[in-house]
Every structure is written in structure tokens, then in C-alpha cells.
């Protein structure tokens, strides 16, 4: 009812504030037998974790997760999983003169409609602080798809502003603080940021995210298809207006000729669908992209009105990131990861036992 769960057999609730004393998040539903160590969420916490760079916000968390249950001695249980971070750099007052006027583009007004009150404090639950339990989840859910089927998500940043790459290589991308795929443009990207910030502006994004390596058959009919779970995790994150599986919108300009993915018994000629056929897997690279908005905190004065009804101006003198999609690669492979786990078993639990059906397309 209240929404703060989501998967079905491989669940997760969080729960936590911006600038309360902790967030965390309960996984149910985990296989046993998983090796895991909190030093193991260091690596997507730190990729997706602010003061990471000059790109991105100034506020500096140490991110450090706690195991609260679920693991005995290195492995899961079985049992629901308890993970927790601390939250150290809680400034408060950064937003203390903005506590009664609602910003442009945030949640401050959609809350206040729908509760009455509202956590004003760097945005309450609605602050992407909440997207850190998602990348721990996401941590466990990635192993366990690597380990169980040579499954690997990743992904990376695809266009910030008019910027697209010119070039691809996934080593690059995580060699520089954007996710970018052709090293050659880091320094065009870093001056553009830069620049950016310097005017008080923001600017737009588009994250993409691949999974390969997923079998056949993963995802369900009608209500619970895979894309239309990944559309609603990846549609989640916050600031995304925008989601495409495979071609997604391009489609529109395409031909059947060109879009159906013809099959040999060599493999699929194309993948044009993104590796989802009829809402379950294919077999092909599964491929999501999301577009993220401008941040909305920018130094530019804007109009609002405050909790009294009165006209008001909005500057806003927190830490924020000059494009929020910087950031976001992580949460976007988390959140896929997420839903690929938990269609893994949903899978196992109906057609473990139909096991390969012949013939496999490779
Ligand atoms: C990683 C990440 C960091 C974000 N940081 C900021 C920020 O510093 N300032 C800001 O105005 N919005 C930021 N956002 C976006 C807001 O959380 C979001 O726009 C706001 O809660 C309203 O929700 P909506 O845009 O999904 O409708 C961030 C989003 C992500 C994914």
C-alpha cells in the first residue's frame, strides 16, 4: 500500500530519510548460501556516492554499510537481510531557509498535497539519499545473477546535454568520474560541467544499462512482463522522466523489416527489442536507457510560493550535483539487477523443472 517494497519473491523495503540518523533497507527472500561481506558494497557505493568528484555534490558520506541479519559467518541465510548506513553528513541548515517554501521540480509540494506535513530536511524520504539502499541490494542481487548464471549488468552514461560519445569502450567507463565511454572526451565533458556550474545552471541526461548473459525465458505474460517491471523499477529512480527498452522511442521511425530481430540458428541478426520478446527474455543482452531531468536545485533565482500562500523566490546554497544523471549509473544497474533476481526466481519456482527446450538460439 504504501510502496516502499518492491520484487516479488526477491523483495525490498527501505526505509530512511535524507537527513535522519540512518537509511536502510530489509532484502526477503535471498537464496542461502550467498558469500557476501559488507566489504563487497564498497565498490557500487563509492561509484554511485556524492563528493566522488568536483563533477558531482559536494556532500561527503562515508557510505559504510552494516549487516544487521540475514548472514552467518560470510554467507546468507535465507533469512531477511538487515543493511543500514549511517547517515554523517546531515547539514540541516543548509535547507533550514527553505523549510516552508516549496522548490520547483522537487516533491516538497506533491508531499505536503498528499500527507499534510513533510521531512523538509534535504527532501525527507524523497531525496535520492534513499537510492544508496537500492545499490546495496543491488550489490547482492548482482553476485548472485554473476555467480548462478554468468549473468553481468552494467552500464553507462550515453548523453549529458547535446553530448553523445563519439566513441565506445566499456574499459573506459570506469576509468573517469562520468561513466563515459570514449576517454577522449573527458576533458570536453569537464569543461562543459564546469562551465555549467559556473552559470548556476543544470543540465539532462541518459543513462544506459545492459544485462548479458541472461538464459531464456525469464519474465512473465500480461501483468508481471519483464519490461513493463524494469519500465517501473528503472521509472522509479529519482528524476528519471524517461525509459526505453531496446530501440525504445527510435522505433517510430523504423521499418518491421528492420525492427523484428530475425533468427538464425547461429544467433539473432539484431536486437532491436532489447532482448524481450512478449515480455520474457530472449536470450539477447537485455537493454534499458532512461533520461534523467536537469537538477532542479540550481542557483538561479525561480518563483514559488511558500506553505503560507505567499509568493515567494527559490536560490537554492546546498550541495547539489550540476546533471544528477552522473550519478545515477549505479542506481540504474542496480535497479535492473533487482528486477532480473527476482524474475530469475520467480522463473525457477514455476518452470524450474522445464529446464532447455530445444532448439536454443545462442
Ligand atoms: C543520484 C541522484 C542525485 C540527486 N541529487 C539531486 C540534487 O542534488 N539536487 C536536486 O535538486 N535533485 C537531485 N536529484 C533529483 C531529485 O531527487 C528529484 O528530482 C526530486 O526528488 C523530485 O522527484 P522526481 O524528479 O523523480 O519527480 C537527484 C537524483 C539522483 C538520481
Known amino acids: 500500500?504504501?510502496?516502499?517494497?518492491?520484487?516479488?519473491?526477491?523483495?525490498?523495503?527501505?526505509?530512511?530519510?535524507?537527513?535522519?540518523?540512518?537509511?536502510?533497507?530489509?532484502?526477503?527472500?535471498?537464496?542461502?548460501?550467498?558469500?557476501?561481506?559488507?566489504?563487497?558494497?564498497?565498490?557500487?557505493?563509492?561509484?554511485?556516492?556524492?563528493?566522488?568528484?568536483?563533477?558531482?555534490?559536494?556532500?561527503?558520506?562515508?557510505?559504510?554499510?552494516?549487516?544487521?541479519?540475514?548472514?552467518?559467518?560470510?554467507?546468507?541465510?535465507?533469512?531477511?537481510?538487515?543493511?543500514?548506513?549511517?547517515?554523517?553528513?546531515?547539514?540541516?541548515?543548509?535547507?533550514?531557509?527553505?523549510?516552508?517554501?516549496?522548490?520547483?521540480?522537487?516533491?516538497?509540494?506533491?508531499?505536503?498535497?498528499?500527507?499534510?506535513?513533510?521531512?523538509?530536511?534535504?527532501?525527507?524520504?524523497?531525496?535520492?539519499?534513499?537510492?544508496?539502499?537500492?545499490?546495496?541490494?543491488?550489490?547482492?542481487?548482482?553476485?548472485?545473477?554473476a555467480e548462478r548464471y554468468g549473468v553481468r549488468v552494467r552500464g553507462y552514461l550515453a548523453q549529458i546535454g547535446e553530448i553523445t560519445p563519439r566513441a565506445f569502450d566499456w574499459d573506459a567507463v570506469e576509468q573517469n568520474p562520468f561513466f563515459w565511454p570514449d576517454a577522449a572526451q573527458v576533458a570536453e565533458l569537464e569543461m562543459f560541467i564546469n562551465a555549467l556550474r559556473k552559470s548556476g545552471d543544470s543540465v539532462g541526461a541518459r543513462v544506459n544499462v545492459v544485462a548479458d548473459g541472461v538464459p531464456p525465458g525469464w519474465g512473465e505474460p500480461i501483468y508481471g512482463k519483464l519490461d513493463s517491471d524494469l519500465a517501473s523499477a528503472l521509472m522509479s529512480i529519482n528524476a528519471v522522466k524517461g525509459v526505453e527498452i531496446g530501440d525504445g522511442f527510435a522505433a517510430v521511425n523504423q521499418r518491421g523489416s528492420e525492427h523484428r530481430d530475425e533468427m538464425r540458428m547461429d544467433g539473432f541478426t539484431s536486437n532491436h527489442a532489447g532482448g524481450i520478446l512478449g515480455g520474457i527474455s530472449s536470450g539477447q543482452p537485455v537493454t534499458a536507457s532512461i533520461v534523467l531531468k536537469p537538477t532542479s536545485s540550481i542557483l538561479i533565482p525561480g518563483h514559488s510560493v511558500n506553505t503560507a500562500g505567499e509568493a515567494t523566490e527559490v536560490v537554492t546554497k546546498g550541495r547539489h550535483d550540476p546533471c544528477v544523471g552522473i550519478r545515477a549509473t549505479p542506481i540504474a544497474e542496480a535497479m535492473m539487477a533487482l528486477v532480473l533476481i527476482d524474475h530469475a526466481l520467480r522463473h525457477r519456482a514455476q518452470c524450474g523443472d522445464v529446464g532447455t527446450v530445444e532448439p536454443r538460439i545462442p
Open 1 to 145: 500500500m504504501s510502496s516502499n517494497s518492491f520484487g516479488k519473491i526477491f523483495t525490498v523495503t527501505t526505509f530512511g530519510e535524507s537527513h535522519g540518523p540512518a537509511i536502510g533497507c530489509v532484502i526477503d527472500g535471498c537464496p542461502p548460501g550467498l558469500p557476501i561481506g559488507v566489504e563487497e558494497f564498497r565498490r557500487d557505493l563509492d561509484r554511485r556516492a556524492t563528493g566522488k568528484s568536483r563533477y558531482t555534490s559536494q556532500r561527503h558520506e562515508a557510505d559504510d554499510v552494516e549487516i544487521l541479519s540475514g548472514v552467518y559467518e560470510g554467507k546468507t541465510t535465507g533469512t531477511p537481510i538487515g543493511l543500514l548506513i549511517r547517515n554523517t553528513d546531515q547539514r540541516s541548515k543548509d535547507y533550514g531557509d527553505i523549510a516552508q517554501t516549496f522548490r520547483p521540480g522537487h516533491a516538497d509540494y506533491t508531499y505536503w498535497q498528499k500527507y499534510g506535513i513533510r521531512d523538509p530536511r534535504g527532501g525527507g524520504r524523497s531525496s535520492a539519499r534513499e537510492t544508496t539502499m537500492r545499490v546495496a541490494a543491488g550489490v547482492i542481487a548482482k553476485k548472485w545473477l
